[in-house]
């Protein structure tokens, strides 16, 4: 492995600001798609679920993301840390710090856009258990997606990384956040699943008690309560 360095690439900078917008595009593209299903289904925990998803990416997930890389950035790993253990003094370490700098704005650049929350009305849904499970078709188009955007950047930095160590310090924040998007959304899949699972069993008690001729306890069948889905 090359122990090169050379702070005047610029390259870094374009790879992490394609993958911030490539996610955002990810996630456009995933809440079309939710919000066409809550209007087809008119079915209200998907809609609560649409929303939540929403204000999880722009509250909780933010600042998790955001905590990441500040924790890179205060760390020994960091650009502006390489250039002082290296000798090569507080001019070079300062430019560093700059290209840190940017590197969280075109971070930060995932957050800027505000997602209008989904407004339907639910007085009439039409739906079965199955219809629910449309969510997590989206939800795993969106990891697919998350996942590619990840291993596409992390490849690029091991390609350049003999050419210049910038890139292997890099990637593993880059894989870090790709791995946290993903997880986050496998969480969310099993909402969706015990959700489905609540429905049907609402559905079949219900159906079930008219031909048995029994009273049916009362339940709570609203879906689990997630704070958070980190």
Request: aromatic share 10%.
């Amino acid at each position: 492995m090359s122990n090169r360095i050379d702070f005047t690439d610029r390259g870094i900078i374009p790879i992490y600001q394609d993958v911030a917008e490539s996610n955002v595009r990810s996630l456009e593209n995933f809440l079309d798609a939710m919000e066409a299903i809550c209007r087809k289904r008119a079915y209200k925990p998907l809609v609560d679920f649409t929303n939540r998803v929403i204000k999880f990416y722009e509250e909780d997930f933010r600042s998790h993301v955001m905590s990441c890389f500040d924790s890179w950035q205060n760390s020994d790993f960091s650009l502006d840390a390489l250039a002082i253990r290296c000798g090569a003094g507080q001019g070079a370490a300062n430019t560093g710090r700059r290209y840190m700098e940017e590197l969280r704005t075109n971070l930060e650049g995932m957050f800027r856009r505000s997602f209008q929350r989904v407004v339907v009305d639910t007085d009439a849904p039409i739906l079965e258990q199955k219809d629910i499970l449309e969510a997590n078709d989206e939800l795993n188009s969106l990891k697919r997606s998350a996942e590619m955007i990840k291993d596409n950047a992390v490849s690029q930095c091991s390609m350049r990384s003999d050419q210049n160590m910038l890139y292997t310090l890099i990637a593993p924040v880059i894989k870090n956040t790709g791995e946290s998007i993903c997880g986050s959304f496998g969480s969310m899949n099993i909402i969706v699943e015990e959700g489905a699972f609540i429905f049907g069993g609402g559905v079949n008690d219900t159906v079930g008690s008219i031909h048995m001729g029994s009273t049916l306890e009362k339940v709570d069948f609203s879906w689990p309560a997630y704070e958070s889905f980190i």
